[in-house]
């Protein structure tokens, strides 16, 4: 059996980390697949799917980490070839990978306590994101 | 088909570096499952799952490098809130991911020679470390 | 259903950096697969699969930040133990991970324009890679 939705939601930028564990959740209390593997995959090239505590003083490390990394006062190629600043958005997004997996056992996501599933809009704007959650199982 | 199973074990922390490969194929062959998808997740925000060339030299370069990206002496808002000193543990795991997936080819997992399936548990105290391994096929 | 291939290439080493949305796409075609997921998956330790906009100027961009994170120069324990002086390769790979799951839907691969599936090598002498690509779906 295949179950899947797209979810769609707006974000700041800047590697603003939106907390998506409910949708996805929805939609496999949707999908009614008991046993099975959900695919969660961002859409775009400036955007990653991680898992993370969820918690504010958190998600402001991460995203002081990504500065660190990949600062957006980076000079890069990319922004001077296109004009469009956003190099910095780009190599996060690719160092970070877009999808992750996760299990579902007994019509549960298998997950921990604390670990929430999250997108990381790494563009240099306000976007409107689309993730993919496709479930596949029985 | 769908088989999964929970595998647990103790690590140190301090991005301690386990080799699991031996359980999940242990866990292939008791599926019998022949052509597929093997998805493997952690349960827990404070560690990641990714493909290693196991051997002694390397996992202490690893460590080295995770401390170099965040260090387990960075001051970081989660940790002052919370006072629990893991704030490097949620980073390191969030920025390396929490699952990969194995491809099962006539019935065995496609993976070089030097290639093994590592959990790196990031959290700065021994845990007693959950993964979900989950085979999708026929 | 479930339908895999193997895809090979040559490769430059040092991070080269290789689309193969083409591929994917053809062997998503040859499936005949109309919904489900699509796992990509590098076969060796010194090589990565994500996602990227594949543009000269951003892959110089990434090729720099991971020259920035695991320098060719670096002095690694693995280099010295194996003498084969490819630590970096190693590091570089895991920490990007061997394995990305892409969404098939409605016979489409789910991806955005700018989006193209990528290897990057990141060993250091030019390599004949393998990848591993595994459908599952209906």
Do not use: C
């Not at 469009?84 to 996760?102: E, Q």
């Amino acid at each position: 059996m295949i179950f899947g939705k797209e979810i769609q939601f707006q974000t700041k930028g800047f590697s603003d980390i939106v907390n998506i564990s409910d949708q996805v959740r929805d939609i496999r209390n949707e999908s009614g697949i008991t046993n099975g593997i959900i695919s969660i995959s961002v859409i775009g090239s400036t955007a990653s799917v991680t898992t993370i505590e969820y918690e504010p003083s958190l998600v402001e490390d991460m995203q002081e980490l990504l500065e660190k990394l990949a600062s957006v006062n980076m000079v890069s190629r990319h922004s001077k070839t296109w004009g469009d600043d956003n190099g910095f958005s780009h190599l996060r997004a690719s160092l970070m990978g877009p999808s992750i997996t996760v299990p579902i056992n007994k019509s549960k996501m298998v997950l921990g306590t604390w670990q929430q599933i999250i997108v990381i809009d790494h563009d240099n704007r306000p976007r409107n994101r689309k993730i993919f959650v496709q479930i596949v199982g029985d």
